[in-house]
């Protein structure tokens, strides 16, 4: 089972990223996106849960979408209006399990990682 990140890099605060995330080996029914910045934790941005609802952190609301492929069992993460303090490796994150609401922001309930990708917002 693998699961891998792709999509981030350089962009100038205002901008826009599409972090992919596919996976291999298994299907998921709850999706997630994970962020951590040098010498923090490692903090929820966003989740898709198994019935396709949305959640997001209070940080990314308004500026970020997060969707699903199952065809193509992966998920997405659409950043826009990107700001410095959006600086961080991004990580993809699922689980086989349907996580009930209150579970759904906790790392810990997430089994499978991907690698992270690097977005660094910068002028």
């Known amino acids: 089972v693998q699961l891998q990140a792709s999509g981030g890099g350089l962009v100038q605060p205002g901008g826009s990223l599409r972090l992919s995330c596919a996976a291999s080996?298994?299907?998921?029914?709850?999706w997630s996106w994970f962020r951590q910045a040098p010498g923090k934790e490692r903090e929820f941005v966003a989740a898709i849960r198994w019935n396709g609802t949305p959640i997001y952190a209070d940080s990314g609301k308004g500026r970020f979408t997060i969707t699903r492929d199952k065809a193509k069992n992966a998920v997405y993460l659409q950043m826009n209006t990107l700001r410095f303090e959006d600086t961080a490796v991004y990580y993809c994150?699922?689980?086989?399990?349907?996580?009930?609401?209150?579970?759904?922001?906790?790392?810990?309930?997430?089994?499978?990682w991907g690698q992270g990708t690097q977005v660094t917002v910068s002028s």
């Open positions: 080996g298994r299907t998921f029914s709850s």
């Open positions: 994150a699922a689980s086989p399990r349907t996580l009930i609401l209150s579970v759904t922001r906790q790392k810990e309930e997430y089994e499978y």
